[in-house]
Every structure is written in C-alpha cells, then in structure tokens.
C-alpha cells in the first residue's frame, strides 16, 4: 500500500525530510513513483507568493515550446528554476530532460478578473499544456498555481532525492506532501502519481477506493475545469477536497461529512443533523466507501488527514508546537523518523470519526469529531 | 365425448396440446378431487368401454366378445377447455396418480387460441426464460488492496432515496434561505411493484400489506408497496400504514375519487405517487381488468359498476403533449398533498424513455423515474404484447444512467428498474446488477407472487389464467371459493421470508465488491459479462 507523508513546519525545510521518512516506511512502496507537493516555499519563491508557478518535466523542445506558449498568453518569467540532471538517472528511472518550476507575471489585464476567473485560466492552461504535451511527448505539466512547486517521477524516493538533488535549499517548503507509490492496479504513469492537486489544494490517498467510477462519473458531470485525469482511483480525493470547500464554500471539516456520512444513528443528536442529513443525501456520489486514508492541504497552509472506518491501518500525526513542526505520516515509523524529538502520548491517530488539522501555525492538532457541531457555513 | 367426432379445423388431439395430462389408473382411487380443483375443467370423469375378445382353444368354440366398463379420467381437448399446466390436480390427489406434462412439439393449439375472432388474452410475463441479467458477473473482489468486509456482521447502509434530491449547491442555498425542499424518502432498495386491488385477490392484498408493516415496524426494513391501479381501501388509506404504501394512479383514475376524499382524514402521507403511463408487459396498453372479475367490492374500492370490464384506455385522456401529461399532473399530484409527498412516473421501457427522462431533468417536482422492461409481469394483457412489445430493461436503463451523469443529474433523479427481475429466481443478483447499471432501487411483482403466494405461472407458458379469475391458488382470483385457498398470514410469512434472505444475499453481492456506506449505484467497473456485443452496449468489461 502506498506510503504518505506529510510535514508542515513554521519555517521551510528541506523536501529530504519527507523523503527520508519514505525511506524508513520503505516496505510499503515499490520504486513505481515519487511524488511531492511544496507550499509555503522558502527560498528564492519567498517574496514571489502572488506568481504562480509552472511545475513540471520538460525536454528541450518542450521548454521552448513553454515558451512560446506563455508569451502568446501574455505571461512573462519572471524566476526559472531549472534542473537537470547531470548524472546517471537510477535504474528504471528514464532521463526525461528538465524539471522545471517557473514563476510567472500574469499580464495587467488579469487584473480585473475575479480571483475564481483568474483560477479557471490557471487550471485551463495547466490543462492546455498538459494535453498538448501527452500528444506531442514534449512536456508533462502537474501545477500551475502561486507558492506551488510539484515534482514527481518514477524511482526509490531516496535514490530519486538524490537524483534530483531535492535537498537544494531553493525548494525549500513549509508544507510538504509525499508519497511512495506501490503501484496496484492502474500502468505506471506519473499522472497517477499523488499528491493531486487543483487550485491550491493538494491530497494524497492511500488504500483503495471502491467506490472510484460512480464519483468520477459524478465529478466530471459538475462542469468544474479541472475534474479531469482520473489516471488514478484517488485523485477523485483532491477533487472532492477542492469541490466541498471551494464550490459549496464549506469548512474542511465538513469534507469528512461528504465522504463518509455517519449513519442515522450517529447524526440523531447532532445539532447540525438536518443540514448533514440533506447534505448526505445530496452527495451521496460522493461517498468513498475506502479504505482510504488522506492527507491533505489547503491553500492557506492547513493540512489535514482523515481516514474511513475500513482503514484498518490508520495513519498518525504528531509533532512538536513549540519547534513549530508537525508530520503526518501513514505508518509511525516514518514519523518516529521524521519528528523524533517530541511527546509521543499526544500523537494521534485520526479514526472512523475524526479529522485531525493543523493550522499554518503548526502550533497544535486541533482533532473534530464529526459528532461536534459544524462550523457556521460561509 | 361422442364417439364419432366431426373432424373441424380446430378439432384437437391430445397430441395437439402443449399440456398433455397423464393419469394412471393403477394408482387413482377415483375421488374426484383433480377434476373438482382443475380451473379450466380440462379433465373430467371418462366413462370407459372396453372390448374384449375371449377365443377358446381348439375349433369347436367360436370367439365371443366381451365389453366391460371402466372410469377414470379423460383430458378435453376443445381449446377452450385445454390443460394450463398448472398441476393443481396433482397437488390434490392423494396418490400422486395425475400430473400434466409439457410436451415442446405440439404446437397446433397456438394457432387455434383464438376462438370467435377472440385474440389471447391472459396474465404472467414473456414467455422466454432468456435472461440478460442472469449473464452478468460480479467481477471485482475486493481481498488485499482493500479486504473484503464480512457481509454477517459488517454494517450496511441498505437504504437508497426515492424523491428529488437536490443538488449539492442547491442543498447549501436551500437550507441558508430555509426554502423549500423536495420531499425525499429513505426506503430499501427492493419495492413491491404495482399489483392493484383487482388484479390480486383481497387475501393476497392483504397478506402483502401484513408483510410490509412487519418488516418495517418488526424488522426496522423501510420496505415500500406500490398499489397499482385500483385505488385503495378505504381503511388503509386512513390508517398509519399507509406510509408503507405509494399510491398509484394510471388511465382508469381507479379509486382516485375515494383517495382523494380521504386525504384530509389521512393520518399519514403516502410514501409517493406513482403516475403509470406505461408498464412492460404491455407497452402502449392500458389495464384490462374484465367483467368477472369486478365484483362488489371491486367495484365499491374503484369508484364503477359492479360486474362490467374495465379496460384502461393505453393513455391519460388528459395528456395532449408531454409536458401536459408529464409536467402538470406531477404538478397536480404534489400539490394535493401539499408537496410533501415525491410524485414519479412510470414508463414501460422504450427507444423514447430518454425524451421523457431529458423532460424530468427539468422539472423540479419530478420524484424518480420507473422503466419497466419487457419482462414485466401483468394480470391481463394480450398474449402479442406480452411476446413481442417492449424494450429490454437492462440497456434501457443504462442509457438513462449515462443521460443523466452527462446532465449532472444522475444523483437527483432516482431511477427505479423494473422488469424480469428474478425471472430465473435470482432476485438478488439481477438487482444487484441493475444497480450497478444505474438503478437507485428495483421494483417486483411476478416474483412476489411467485414467492409469497406460491404462484404457478411460469415462463413456459404454464397457467398464466390470472386474468380469468380462476387463479387456482388465489392470487389473483375474485372468487371467495378460490381465494379461501389463500391465508393471509401465510404469505405476511413469505413476504418476510424472502425479502430477509434476499437483504443477506444482497450483502453477500456487496460486500466482496467492498461497498457498505452507500449501495453501489452505478458502479459499472464491477460488472462483467461474456457477451461482447453486451458488454459493448452497457460500457462494462467483456469476460470470458
């Protein structure tokens, strides 16, 4: 089962952390895929927060291609960090070309758009690039947003990390996402890869999920630029995520309500039980019916981890306020690794009820039960 | 019989019929009772007379003839009196002397079923025991990547919705301008589907309704029945279990004066109203309930005079245009109840279910939509219609399943499939599967009769008289000589018997495919069948 890990930290620090955790949790991964998701960036993105960020893989062609392509848009560079690899790539890993993340100054008439508009242009472009690029084998696109750098490849996360040289202090983050892929059930294919991510929210999954075609289908049908891809059963996860609290304008912790509603019996003394009854009802295709566990982050820097009742082994969080670090990881050996400095009776291990969040702050966990009353709505 | 009979086109053998009944005269002690019980009176006492011829040895004497009589049973062979197959005379005879075979290669009495210009009439399904959802497998397990759950003890969640679900963002709006909501029912997947007042016997009606409110005030299973069309009795409809019970009103309006009086003494609202333009056994005809059948109490439930037929015309004579006949009697329907109550039609399946499906979509007041297959079951239908008219369920259904996800509404408007679903017997796994096509519930009633009362109709062509009355286990009969046969209390028992094991076996089906927190609506990924052309048409992976 594939292996997650995830960190937010009040200062940035080095991806390797994450990858070093995916190291010790190594048995639970095959080498079929790495990917990590920064936020929060340090480094040389510090003061370019309102730029968004073009992530990918690209050959030669493919970068001038970019070029061209953002030039007719109206948008200019304005920071490139390009990478590539000058040693050996590891065994099965292919020499693919640059991985690059780019800056961009988004032209002066963007200005008068609405920040959902200027949103749907930046997914619509991430989508235009990364189709154009399946077709001609130029380019592989996976984040197009400000303070977003994705990075994802096949290989052993350390062997790649080093690779890829992912302890450069450029790339340094606050919040981190990382995953081991074992691959299941679908081609190895980085589209497939996690974390997933649309428009400042990124997730990653592990288990299975049974219920993937009738949510995808339910997904694509909302009329959403970006409810696309599906390479892998989880991505519905990110989408879910970004549906619940960007189009219905709800609470992160209301995500727990969409995808695993509780029961009858569970909701009849909740306050807010006829709003969860209908709102059950009305995303029943959304429901996960795992197990799953996700791990997730939202544009402000909250991450968050919840997991299904069927999830027989759950993942933990634990971390250290005062040092201002948090990890959540999908076994404890990854976070023993990660955070060995800290009291591990309050590690928590979120289960059929709880989400557990940590704000940006990284200053607790703060554990919802979805037997607590909601939020107020926005 | 006369013993020179005139030789007529329609003069028949017993070779002639399908139903040939043996008797055997060993064994008979000639009581009487096979030829009493037989409800067509294919049999009847035979007075027998016998030659022999005694020849002595040698040649002075010369032979001489013998007669004796004997009495047994002979088989009519006029086609009105031919043997239906149903075996009653076999379950009363105390010596097993007497049962009827189907022989496959006599077929002369099909063209002579027609007598006085008369076409066939009768009741059951399609004769074909070809079945399509019988051929689809499950075919996604789920055991490492996510372990199969235990279908005794997990829990599921075995309920779907019935009613216009909003969507999520008007859901969101709905509740922060406290504004109206559709009326939205939980109810368990398995409905029992419209058999009206009428059509079954009122000992049948009553065991049903019995089942019903046991299962769901003993067996906590929100199980709902549909009336068909024959209105309903008036102290059902002011009782508590009405909310058990979905009302249906079709072209005859049958009933409809009584019910609509009693709605402001009613106690509870209906569960919905079914508005049936169209059924699968007979696509574009209406109810043929005839004379003898409509007794007094018939006659006082549907609001007519006693003793005439009651053929519902094929269309409502209010309907001049679909949104006429769909739109505003939807409209009609929700507002007699103060919409509090879902409002859904019922169509027979066709090539035009998507034009009535695509006008749902946009009409907030639309509850659901029920399709009924071409293996439908009916009490009276003409024998061509039944054979030849109608649409398969299965493709039907999915075509409407992926209308609906393309116009975002596949959660919202709730299909309901109906239609030879456990034809063979496998009422679980032909569910299922018509789930996971994109049915949000299924509804029965052949095998509700067959399983609750014992029916002996079958897909051979074997009794299938229920339109005549004389149903010889009292399903479907008027009689209270016939029906007597019937207790009621014994089919509440069936009716819990087998809506008990078919909500194992339904968790036997799901929990391999790991679902348990929302039945597994549309999840065509885990369906398979060894058809290519089928698997091509509803989009699932072709096995073999």
């Known amino acids: 089962m594939c292996r997650l890990f995830a960190l937010t930290s009040r200062d940035p620090v080095s991806p390797m952390h994450a990858i070093n955790a995916l190291n010790v949790m190594k048995e639970g991964h095959d080498g079929s895929g790495v990917g990590l998701y920064l936020s929060g960036l340090g480094g040389p993105f510090e003061n370019l927060k309102e730029y968004p960020i073009l992530s990918g893989i690209f050959t030669e062609a493919g970068l001038r291609r970019l070029d061209g392509y953002m030039a007719d848009k109206g948008l200019q560079s304005k920071y490139s960090l390009l990478f590539t690899p000058a040693s050996e790539p590891p065994v099965g890993t292919p020499r693919r070309g640059t991985y690059a993340s780019i800056a961009y100054r988004v032209p002066a008439e963007w200005k008068h758009l609405t920040e959902d508009e200027r949103g749907q242009r930046l997914v619509q472009m991430r989508l235009d690039l990364r189709s154009s690029g399946e077709e001609i084998g130029d380019m592989m696109v996976f984040s197009f947003w400000p303070d977003t750098i994705m990075i994802k490849e096949v290989g052993d996360p350390m062997e790649i990390g080093e690779y890829l040289q992912l302890g450069r202090e450029e790339i340094h983050a606050r919040h981190i996402l990382a995953q081991g892929r074992q691959n299941t059930n679908y081609a190895i294919n980085l589209y497939a890869c996690h974390p997933f991510f649309i428009e400042g929210i990124g997730t990653m999954t592990n288990g299975e999920n049974t219920a993937f075609v009738p949510i995808m289908e339910y997904l694509q049908s909302r009329g959403v630029t970006g409810y696309s891809g599906y390479q892998s059963d989880s991505e519905v996860f990110t989408h879910i995520a970004h549906y619940t609290t960007r189009k219905l304008g709800l609470d992160i912790r209301v995500y727990k309500h969409v995808i695993t509603p509780m029961s009858d019996d569970e909701m009849a003394g909740h306050q807010d039980r006829e709003f969860l009854s209908n709102l059950k009802k009305s995303c029943r295709k959304l429901i996960i019916d795992g197990p799953n566990c996700v791990i997730g982050c939202l544009p402000d820097g909250t991450m968050f981890m919840t997991q299904d009742r069927k999830k027989l082994r759950p993942g933990v969080v634990g971390g250290n306020g005062e040092a201002g670090i948090y990890a959540f990881s999908s076994e404890i050996c990854g976070l023993n690794a990660a955070i060995p400095d800290r009291d591990k009776s309050k590690d928590f291990q979120p289960m059929h009820l709880d989400t557990a969040i940590v704000g940006p702050d990284c200053r607790e966990v703060v554990q919802c039960s979805q037997k607590d009353p909601l939020p107020l709505q926005r | 019989m006369l013993s020179e009979r005139p030789v007529t086109p329609s003069t028949l053998s017993r070779k002639d019929l399908p139903w040939q009944v043996k008797w055997d005269i060993h064994t008979c002690t000639k009581c009487g009772r096979c030829t009493a ?31 004796s009589t004997f009495y047994g049973i002979r088989q009519r062979t006029d086609p009105a009196y031919a043997c239906i197959g149903c075996a009653m005379c076999n ?345 996971m096509l994109g049915a949000s519930m299924v509804q029965v009633g052949k095998y509700v009769m067959q399983a609750g009362a014992g029916c002996l109709g079958s897909e051979k062509d074997r009794c299938n008289v229920c339109n005549l009355g004389i149903c010889p286990k009292g399903i479907t009969s008027q009689d209270p000589r016939i029906y007597r046969r019937l207790d009621p209390e014994k089919v509440a028992e069936r009716v819990v018997d087998f809506y008990l094991s078919f909500d194992t076996e339904l968790r036997k089906v799901f929990a391999p495919l790991g679902r348990s927190t929302s039945l597994p609506i549309g999840m065509s990924d885990g369906l398979g069948i060894s058809d290519k052309a089928a698997a091509d048409r509803l989009d699932i992976k072709y096995v073999i």
Not at chain 2, 143 to 164: Q, V
Not at chain 2, 294 to 306: D, E, F, S, T
């Open chain 2, 91 to 435: 379950l009363v005879c105390p010596n097993n002397s007497i049962e009827p075979h189907r022989e496959y290669d006599s077929t002369t009495l099909q063209f002579h079923n027609n007598r006085g210009g008369q076409s066939r009439a009768r009741g059951g399904r399609r004769n074909s025991s070809e079945s399509l959802l019988d051929q689809l497998k499950f075919i996604r397990i789920s055991m490492l990547t996510d372990p199969a759950l235990d279908a005794g003890r997990h829990e599921f969640e075995m309920r779907t919705l019935l009613g216009r679900v909003l969507s999520p963002e008007a859901q969101i709006k709905c509740h922060q301008e406290n504004g109206w909501k559709p009326p939205v029912r939980e109810i368990y997947p398995l409905v029992i589907g419209g058999m009206s007042f009428g059509a079954l016997s009122p000992n049948m009606w009553e065991g049903l309704q019995m089942g019903v409110a046991y299962l769901n005030e003993e067996m906590n299973m929100p199980v709902r029945i549909c009336t068909g069309e024959g209105g309903c009795p008036p102290r059902l409809l002011r009782s508590r279990f009405l909310k058990y019970v979905i009302l249906q009103i079709a072209s005859g309006y049958f009933g409809w004066d009584e019910i609509i009086h009693a709605i402001p003494e009613m106690k509870e609202d209906p569960c919905a109203i079914e508005i049936k333009y169209g059924q699968g056994a007979k696509p574009g005809d209406g109810g043929l309930l005839m004379w003898h059948k409509v007794n007094k109490l018939i006659a006082a439930i549907r609001g007519v005079p006693k003793g005439i037929s009651l053929p519902s015309p094929p269309t409502h004579q209010t309907q001049y245009s679909i949104e006429e006949s769909v739109a505003k009697m939807i409209q009609s329907m929700s507002m007699a109840w103060g919409f509090r109550v879902p409002v859904y039609p019922k169509i027979s399946a066709s090539s035009t279910s998507l034009a009535v499906l695509n006008n749902l979509v946009r009409n907030p007041f639309a509850a659901g939509l029920a399709i009924d297959g071409e293996d439908g079951g009916t009490g009276a239908a003409y024998n061509v219609s039944m054979n030849h008219m109608g649409h398969p369920i299965a493709s039907n259904l999915r075509d409407c399943y992926k209308v609906l996800c393309l116009a975002g509404a596949q959660n919202e408007i709730p299909l309901i499939a109906g239609g030879g679903i456990g034809k063979n017997g496998n009422l679980a796994a032909n569910a299922a599967a018509l789930m």
């Open chain 2, 37 to 67: 019980v037989c409800p067509v009176n294919a049999i009847e006492l035979g007075v027998f007379r016998k030659r022999e011829i005694k020849t002595s040895m040698g040649l002075s004497a010369k032979p001489v003839n013998e007669f």
